[in-house]
């Protein structure tokens, strides 16, 4: 970040609310020949649930859904934040226990919320955020009426 901001690439506007490093660590799948999470990002899903956890929330059963994918992620460890950062990076990443849960969905990503709440509300873990994004149409202005 220093080396971004010190080549003028920053955006001092911006209000970054979590702005963190993750690890992958694992995942869970509804399919046998599932879509491999290290190419999920790029096989164009129609939505993306994130869900952040303080504990460790349990694997999901994703039959019956229109979710594909869920992976877990913690944060890469070395991210507290050091005297002269350029900007706020919002939260920070927590604690240890600290949890990221990433639901790759196909069809409309309000059909998979039911199920995510389900899950969310049976682990032991804390939840502390769900939010979900649909695929943008790059080059439109599709959404824009439902922005609020």
């Not at 046998?32 to 694997?59: C, K, N, R, S, T």
């Not at 869920?70 to 950062?85: L, M, N």
């Not at 039911?114 to 804390?126: E, F, K, L, M």
């Not at 695929?135 to 599709?142: I, K, L, M, P, W």
Request: no cysteine; proline share 8%; hydrophobic share 40%.
């Amino acid at each position: 970040m220093r080396a971004l901001y010190g080549g003028g690439r920053g955006f001092n506007e911006r209000t970054h609310v979590h702005t963190i490093l993750y690890d992958h660590v694992g995942a869970d799948y509804r399919d046998a020949d599932p879509v491999p999470v290290d190419l999920a990002l790029d096989a164009a899903y129609d939505g993306i649930v994130l869900a952040w956890f303080d504990g460790e929330p349990a694997e999901m059963d994703l039959s019956g859904t229109n979710i594909e994918i869920a992976s877990k992620w913690v944060p890469s460890p070395g991210q507290e934040r050091p005297p002269g950062t350029p900007m706020d990076l919002g939260s920070g990443p927590g604690g240890p226990e600290r949890t990221l849960r990433m639901f790759f969905v196909r069809g409309d990503v309000e059909d998979a919320l039911p199920a995510i709440r389900s899950y969310t509300d049976g682990v032991a873990a804390s939840t502390l955020l769900v939010a979900p994004f649909v695929r943008t149409a790059v080059g439109t202005d599709r959404y824009v009426d439902e922005l609020w």
